[in-house]
């Protein structure tokens, strides 16, 4: 059964920082594409960034470009979101996913991330 639990969220000012972890078990998470996806209020569910660990592959949504990056820890099977400049749009539940095919399979419960100004 594959479990994937978030981590790190909490409150903070704009320009901070926070980085966020997604501990995976059950699964290979190197083998997998791992990714972060976001929902505000009120707000559809938002693409983050994504890794193909094996590959070194990484993709960011338009909104994070040049803030946050992901990484992965084979040794620890955890998927890490480091976020940096941080703004109060950047307010939001975080989700851990994985996929091996065309589609996220397996998510996490959430962490709050939130920014205030």
């Known amino acids: 059964q594959v479990q994937l639990v978030e981590s790190g969220g909490g409150l903070v000012q704009a320009g901070g920082s926070l980085r966020l972890s997604c501990a995976v078990s059950?699964?290979?998470?190197?083998?997998?594409?791992m990714a972060w996806f976001r929902q505000a209020p009120g707000k559809e569910r938002e693409f983050v960034a994504s890794?193909?660990?094996?590959?070194?592959?990484?993709r960011y949504g338009d909104s994070v470009k040049g803030r946050f990056t992901i990484s992965g820890d084979k040794a620890k099977n955890t998927v890490y979101l480091q976020m940096n400049s941080l703004k109060p749009e950047d307010t939001a539940v975080y989700y851990c996913a994985s996929r091996l095919g065309g589609s996220y399979d397996a998510w996490g419960q959430g962490t709050q991330v939130t920014v205030s100004s």
């Open positions: 059950g699964r290979t998470f190197s083998s997998y594409f």
């Open positions: 890794i193909l660990v094996t590959a070194g592959i990484t």
